[in-house]
């Protein structure tokens, strides 16, 4: 391979020259600092990844990162120098319900950093380090089998690159089914996507979608990863309508105590919203769920959280859905509801909690909750859909006055949020 | 073969004062131990090279003096664009940038070196370059090779298909060009489902698609309301759009059209005691035969069936799947010895409908919260003497 021909001769010197000196350059000490202004040791581009998917933070500012190609959970024990505090950021007006922009064009400065053009760049998740409310989001340049992963995090609004080699890390394999050494005519690669990835208590919870089978498998592993590792997989079912059981994929999923219990909440694909107590997750088990609510057919559940309602102050389960909008449902509710089915007749649409749902209008690509007053979002600019925006979202309504309510502002304008009352309340809460 | 950079420029950038003795570089170039290009400016004399070590240690950032972007963005943003991140090397007689990731082929860049934070009167002109790495001879035009279930007869509540390409795709392109065609050639309205993430293998050559579960559940909300995606007798065409895109950006040769006619539903556990099994004679490399009576899934059958000899020890050889998916035949690498041996067939497997050896893929209700562990593989044994 001959990389240098255009440049003739002399450029061939040139080369071979730099090569000869590179060592010495390393050498010079006084100037190792430049090396030290960026990114990384020759070669890791992007450390121990081979693709960057679903984000969580663990305890002590450890960033589980899922990587589908790589099949595994990775876990950066980020340190205080790869954190900056964004308590300083200027996140809106929360009294009329206005946020910001934190990043304008997400996609086309990120093409610009990765040195490719926007839609070569895909989001794949966001996440927020609470105690610095830093974002950090999972970005891959590249759609096919050259798609490089990267970790970037948000600085005042500029993008800086995560720096993964030199962060403590280690990773835990996706246990698949062993292959028995089958001599086939052709390839029949198994594929489990990693739909969500979460937290609990000395465990991590990953589910996923198999490229071959349709199952529902849980996957559970204490963390901090041991050599040997020990991991549990569930084959969950759900109750259809009282007569059929079924599996399917959990898309998104959530952990939280209700009744002094812990459960695991899973939103499936077609969103039916199903409860787990925590304690039926064995190692090898099937287990059946409690069908709690159906938030809506033919929709994708995008974001599955938690939040505080800054006014009532109870919390609440938060749904953002791809093709509808999101679903709000008071955490009260949740180990108290009713399983599904009833037997009686079946809507076309939401059912059980998803009765009561308070729905709210979240277009968002990905939410995540910034502190008890804000969230954040990933979302295509409203009204000109070409640009990829990072924007503060104010709780609890996840409303954006400035998408075009701004007679709300009017003194003697429409009011339907009650805003005016609200900001009293506020107010008076300090 | 990999070609060299093309310069849509002069392919170095110098001052055009000639009193220089020292004519500094601006190139693109490539350490000979790595593959990834890198950007220089090179022939730095040694009093300029002093002056950028005080100009870091200082805490000047090289970022701000040797920058490279994307030529043509396509931005439409007000913002200003970061420039592309990487990282500097710090030689005797130059500076290195090494992007983060790779240059990619075809796109054009370009480099600028100013050297005016350092205060050097003899070099103050900025140097400016354009450059683009050329793309890859185009291989032979992507196709749809070869999809599962390959029967032209599909039961009406067929899960999955399995479509395979010639090359890799690219990901992102499956909700607008993947679709089933009605009995009238117009797309089925809510037949697909949409994955949260396209379900593709490692190669990305194999893209999984599946029919919406919840119309082919029975007592799921869509099944009741809008029946099954299928009509059993109707002729359905799988289309996969000529938009998909192959790994070096080029669209299919061609729109690919699968028709097949829908037969009755199976709504039953693979019952592995109705195979038929055709044993091969003993000192022989003959094939060991099994039929079913219906397809199975193409994927799972290749690595869900195994065969063990008494002790069990796994017998290696070669397995092939044909007849629709109806039957699968193993070759052993070492002729057949006299014993008994052991079909396993793993709980997981299924078939073209999802149903699995243990259950229907909708079972009916088991009573109970606690359930079975139900994860025994089923097996079948034969005789060899």
């Known amino acids: ?430 | 073969m990999v070609a060299g950079p093309t310069l849509t420029t002069p392919g170095v950038a110098r001052p055009v004062d000639a009193q220089v003795t020292h004519q500094p570089l601006l190139m693109v170039d490539s350490d000979p131990g790595q593959p990834v290009m890198a950007v220089g400016i090179y022939s730095l004399d040694a009093a300029f090279m002093a002056s950028v070590g005080r100009y870091v240690q200082g805490g000047g950032l090289l970022q701000s003096v040797l920058r490279i972007a994307v030529g043509q963005t396509g931005a439409l943003i007000g913002d200003s664009l970061p420039d592309v991140f990487g990282r500097y090397q710090v030689l005797e007689d130059a500076i290195r940038f090494i992007p983060h990731f790779p240059f990619e082929r075809g796109l054009s860049y370009r480099a600028s070196f100013d050297p005016r934070p350092f205060s050097c009167p003899e070099l103050s002109q900025v140097l400016t370059l354009e450059f683009s790495l050329p793309k890859d001879q185009d291989a032979l035009p992507t196709e749809v090779t070869r999809v599962f279930p390959s029967s032209d007869y599909l039961p009406e509540n067929v899960l999955r298909f399995y479509v395979h390409f010639s090359n890799s795709m690219e990901r992102g392109r499956v909700e607008a060009e993947v679709s089933i065609l009605g009995p009238d050639g117009e797309p089925a309205p809510d037949v697909l489902y949409r994955a949260p993430v396209e379900l593709w293998d490692g190669s990305m050559k194999c893209l999984t698609i599946l029919l919406d579960p919840g119309r082919l559940k029975r007592g799921v909300g869509p099944n009741r309301e809008l029946g099954p995606p299928l009509k059993v007798g109707q002729e359905y065409t799988l289309a996969i759009g000529s938009g998909m895109i192959d790994l070096s950006g080029r669209r299919l040769h061609n729109t690919f059209h699968k028709r097949f006619r829908v037969t009755e539903a199976i709504r039953e556990h693979i019952a592995v005691d109705r195979w038929e099994i055709v044993t091969p004679v003993i000192g022989s490399r003959e094939p060991l035969v099994l039929t079913f009576p219906s397809p199975l899934d193409w994927a799972l059958l290749s690595h869900t069936i195994t065969i063990v000899a008494a002790d069990e020890g796994l017998i290696e050889g070669r397995t092939v799947i044909d007849q629709g998916e109806r039957r699968w035949s193993f070759t052993p690498a070492l002729p057949w010895a006299a014993g008994s041996y052991h079909i396993r067939v793993a709980s997981t497997l299924e078939d073209v409908c999802g149903n699995s050896v243990l259950a229907a893929f909708d079972r009916p209700l088991r009573p109970g919260r606690d359930l079975a562990y139900e994860v025994a593989n089923r097996s079948i044994s034969f005789q060899l003497a």
Request: charged share 20%.
């Open chain 1, 1 to 430: 391979m001959k990389t240098t021909s255009a440049f003739g001769t002399h450029a061939r010197r040139d080369v071979l020259r730099v090569a000869a000196v590179s060592a010495a350059g390393l050498a010079l000490s006084g100037l190792n600092p430049a090396v030290s202004q960026s990114a990384f040791a020759a070669g890791g581009r992007s450390g121990p990844l081979q693709s960057a998917g679903v984000l969580a933070f663990g305890p002590d500012n450890v960033l589980f990162v899922g990587d589908i190609r790589g099949a595994a959970i990775h876990a950066f024990a980020l340190r205080t120098t790869d954190l900056t505090s964004q308590a300083d950021v200027e996140l809106g007006n929360f009294h009329n319900f206005e946020g910001r922009d934190l990043v304008r064009g997400l996609d086309q400065k990120l093409a610009a950093l990765f040195g490719t053009t926007y839609d070569k760049i895909v989001v794949n998740d966001m996440v927020v380090h609470q105690p610095s409310q830093q974002i950090f989001i999972s970005v891959e340049r590249g759609r096919s089998t050259d798609a490089l992963p990267a970790i970037v995090k948000v600085n005042h609004g500029r993008l800086e690159v995560l720096e993964l080699d030199g962060i403590p890390h280690s990773q835990a394999g996706i246990p698949n089914e062993p292959d028995p050494k089958a001599m086939l005519e052709f390839d029949t690669q198994r594929s489990f996507a990693i739909t969500d990835v979460k937290y609990y208590n000395g465990e991590i919870f990953v589910t996923g979608v198999s490229n071959q089978r349709f199952a529902s498998t849980l996957h559970r592993i204490p963390y901090p990863f041991k050599a040997q590792m020990e991991t549990c997989t569930v084959e969950i079912w759900h109750p259809v309508h009282g007569e059929f059981e079924t599996r399917a994929p959990i898309i998104r999923q959530l952990i939280k105590e209700v009744e002094g219990e812990p459960h695991l909440f899973a939103v499936y694909g077609c969103t039916p919203l199903v409860r787990f107590p925590l304690a039926a997750l064995k190692d090898g088990a099937h287990v059946r769920g409690d069908v709690i609510g159906e938030l809506g057919y033919g929709s994708n559940p995008i974001d599955m959280l938690t939040f505080t309602d800054p006014f009532d102050h109870k919390e609440y389960l938060l749904v953002t859905i791809d093709v509808r909008s999101a679903s709000r449902i008071a955490v009260s509710d949740l180990g108290t509801a009713t399983p599904e089915p009833t037997g009686g007749p079946i809507d076309f649409g939401p059912g059980g909690l998803g009765k009561t749902q308070g729905l709210l209008p979240i277009k968002a690509e990905h939410t995540e909750i910034l502190n008890p007053k804000w969230a954040v979002v990933i979302q295509r600019h409203p009204k000109t859909g070409y640009r990829l925006d990072i924007s503060s979202l104010a709780a609890p309504y996840f409303f954006e006055r400035r998408d075009g309510m701004s007679e709300m502002n009017w003194p003697d304008g429409p009011d339907p949020f009650q805003y005016r009352q609200h900001r009293d309340e506020i107010s008076r809460g300090g």
